[in-house]
């Protein structure tokens, strides 16, 4: 006998996740209320610009172990096609609107992804990494070489001005630019988030983890990479398309070696194992590039530091440690470590002074030293010719990483108290 119900279910929605997603597109509504000057909107740009970027590396990183060093290819050749189109269209050749010249950088980054992912995604692992930095490093020797299409060194530029202004839209401001970066990076989120979901999302995890299991229940495993590799190329396609209209010119360095290096980097301390981790790193690279740059000569150094660091302590990205908070949070543990967090955090900002007034010193004396002995870090002045400065610093750095060691050490015992604690706490839950 069949059975009926008599009543209809909804599956409930997920409200944290909605939370999560409303949050996060009203701090893209407001972030350029808060930060009105012209530096904070092109940074607030530039930040939803990386953050499709770095989503779409994540796409092969972290959701299907397909190291890239050559992502930059797909978002700087998506680059250089859209800002043909935005002339294209600035000249009356192209009928399209500035608003939909980043799907033109989409289609280009597809495009180019449906070549060169035919040959790169054949194979897997250390071989599939080698030939996108081949890849990367061709398109980058190309970009010299055809100036017809690449501009040569001088690069290729246009107007995002053009036509008439729909409802006041002229994209002339910046915080009009920053609102369209922040309506795709809306959107391009939120669909790459849903690709995570999906079935092909789910498939392109197992060949990450057990290739060999996916060939065994019938699945191809480079038709698998291929279909993401294309969906990666799309998405990276879109931030170079945004990328043009925002800067209004693309060089030969967009498709260069260090760009892919940034993508992979800041996607490392992010986080590739999360799918917000990416979103952290886009911030950070931002910071970096424009901030830290302007701080310090040796900003490159410090963040070679900062890789090294967290490949050492935390090979999973601010992300993890995050999530590995937000644990200690739910089972009522986190307030009895955070003696310890200041600990590690004192400590180690005091190794760091210490280390950073001599390697600023020592760059004082490589690129500055016709300026005289003297210069001033962080408010304290120093003076590179003096044994006090060197032995000063020294001290400061020493005295810190001793420091530092003994925090680590209680951290290292509050931990595990801790763990413990969770552990048994989830096994009497489970007995209840």
């Not at 495993?221 to 396609?237: D, E, N, P």
């Not at 955070?338 to 600990?343: F, I, M």
Request: net charge neutral.
């Amino acid at each position: 006998m069949a059975l009926t119900k008599t009543h209809y279910e909804f599956k409930p929605y997920n409200v944290a996740r909605w939370v999560i997603w409303s949050l996060f597109a009203l701090l893209l509504v407001v972030s350029p209320m808060v930060f009105i000057s012209n530096l904070s909107i092109t940074m607030l740009t530039q930040m939803g610009i990386a953050m499709i970027a770095c989503l779409s590396y994540n796409m092969l990183l972290g959701q299907g172990g397909m190291l890239s060093f050559g992502h930059a290819v797909y978002t700087g050749l998506g680059s250089y096609l859209a800002m043909h189109a935005l002339n294209a269209a600035s000249s009356g050749g192209l009928n399209i609107p500035v608003t939909l010249i980043p799907l033109v950088g989409g289609v280009g980054g597809m495009l180019f992804a449906v070549l060169f992912g035919y040959v790169t995604t054949r194979k897997s692992g250390t071989t599939f990494a080698m030939i996108t930095m081949g890849v990367g490093e061709l398109v980058f020797a190309m970009s010299l070489m055809f100036s017809e299409f690449f501009g040569g060194e001088a690069g290729v530029s246009g107007n995002r001005v053009m036509g008439e202004a729909f409802m006041g839209i002229t994209y002339g401001p910046p915080v009009q630019v920053y609102y369209l970066t922040a309506a795709y990076t809306l959107v391009c989120v939120a669909l790459m988030y849903a690709f995570t979901r999906t079935p092909l999302g789910r498939i392109l995890n197992a060949v990450r983890d057990n290739p060999e299991r996916v060939e065994f229940i019938g699945y191809n495993t480079q038709h698998v990479r291929y279909l993401s590799f294309i969906i990666a190329g799309f998405f990276a396609g879109i931030a170079g398309g945004l990328a043009s209209v925002n800067f209004e010119i693309v060089t030969a360095e967009v498709v260069g070696a260090g760009r892919s290096g940034a993508y992979l980097l800041f996607t490392f301390l992010g986080g590739a194992t999360f799918f917000f981790g990416p979103l952290i790193g886009a911030v950070l690279m931002v910071l970096a590039f424009v901030l830290l740059s302007e701080f310090t000569k040796a900003w490159l150094l410090y963040l070679g530091l900062v890789f090294l660091f967290m490949v050492m302590f935390a090979p999973g990205g601010i992300a993890s440690l995050i999530m590995m908070n937000l644990r200690l949070a739910a089972f009522g543990r986190l307030r009895q470590m955070w003696v310890a967090y200041v600990g590690l955090a004192v400590t180690a900002l005091m190794a760091l002074a210490g280390a950073a007034a001599m390697i600023e010193m020592v760059y004082h004396l490589q690129l500055n030293a016709a300026l005289g002995p003297e210069l001033k870090f962080a408010g304290v002045h120093l003076n590179a010719d003096s044994l006090n400065s060197w032995f000063g610093s020294a001290f400061v750095m020493l005295t810190g990483l001793g420091l530092f060691e003994l925090a680590r050490r209680q951290y290292v015992h509050d931990w595990d108290e801790t763990q413990v604690f969770i552990e048994k706490e989830i096994k009497r839950r489970e007995a209840l």
